[in-house]
Nanobody, 119 residues
């Protein structure tokens, strides 16, 4: 079973930055892709960003394009989400997922890390 663990959330003022981390209990060679969604209270889960481990291609939602950057660390089987110029509307629980090469239709989810943007 694949375990996904997020960290790095917290309270930040508008305009501030956070770096979210996501670690997977698997070797990098078995990971096909990783990504982030977020969910605010009483709202639907929203796609944030994704990264293909085979091609390096990244995709961002319009709402975070230019402010957030997804990256990876092959040695640590991890992905990161650098979130800059955070705004109050970015407040949400950020959930990471990993897709394994031998199960491309399955997203393995973590529990999430809370990001709160407030004065």
């Amino acid at each position: 079973q694949v375990h996904v663990v997020e960290s790095g959330g917290g309270l930040v003022q508008p305009g501030g930055s956070l770096r979210l981390s996501c670690k997977v209990s698997a070797t990098t060679s078995t990971i096909a892709a990783m990504g982030w969604y977020r969910q605010a209270p009483e709202k639907q889960r929203e796609f944030v960003a994704s990264l293909s481990f085979s091609t390096g291609n990244t995709i961002y939602s319009d709402s975070v394009e230019g402010r957030f950057t997804i990256s990876r660390d092959n040695a640590k089987s991890a992905a990161y989400l650098e979130a800059n110029n955070l705004q109050t509307e970015d407040t949400a629980n950020y959930l990471c997922y990993a897709i394994m090469s031998d199960a491309l239709t399955t997203r393995n989810w973590g529990q999430g890390t809370q990001v709160t943007v407030s004065l």
